[in-house]
């Protein structure tokens, strides 16, 4: 009994050193040698200041810039509380609240009306934290944030083609607009401060 007891000790003193600390450091030093920006958050940095990551959604709330997806992570986009609502399509609060969303957004933005809302401008992603939207939620919102900074909607869209990311490996997934990026190249065309 004994001799099987010290052998479990030393397999488990051996099984937490290699799986528990030289495992998790080499695949860390790897990943930092191979994709260091990946490794560590996909961190933006404008003027030695991080200000986001284009891993987590952001609350763009000023006309002026594109928005993200709704979120039901905790208050805003906290990354702390990254959840789902986990309301279902049979759930009055849902329907509701979506319908509230759709009034807002065609208030919001010009030239949407009922049917043709897309639908990640009304409804949270699983994580609630998602940073893209599709193209056609971002070419939705163009006539807005033209019309906030006093430029053209064809200059916006000409920003949104730009930022759009096509399907991962070619063909998982849709052609997507990460909300930050596209965001950080108006500013960059056309400067203006606030969130």
Do not use: C, W
């Amino acid at each position: 009994m004994t001799r099987y007891l010290g052998t479990a000790i030393r397999m488990t003193i051996l099984t937490a050193v290699l799986l528990g600390l030289i495992y998790p450091l080499a695949i860390t030093g790897m990943a930092q040698v191979l994709l260091p920006g990946a490794a560590n958050g996909s961190l933006v940095m404008v003027n030695d200041k991080v200000i986001g990551s284009t891993l987590i959604a952001q609350g763009f709330t000023a006309a002026k810039y594109f928005h993200p997806r709704p979120s039901a992570a905790g208050d805003g986009y906290d990354a702390m509380a990254s959840s789902a609502s986990n309301l279902g399509p049979t759930s009055r609060i849902l329907v509701d609240r979506v319908q509230a969303d759709v009034r807002r957004q065609i208030a919001r933005d010009p030239g949407l009306r009922f049917g043709a809302v897309p639908v990640d401008m009304v409804t949270t992603s699983g994580s609630g934290l998602d940073p893209h939207i599709t193209v056609a939620n971002a070419r939705a919102q163009a006539p807005r944030v033209a019309a906030a900074r006093g430029t053209s909607v064809g200059a916006v869209l000409r920003l949104v083609a730009e930022n759009t990311a096509g399907r991962t490996l070619g063909f998982l997934g849709e052609p997507r607009v990460n909300v930050l990026k596209l965001n950080l190249a108006l500013d960059t065309a056309q400067p203006r401060g606030g969130k």
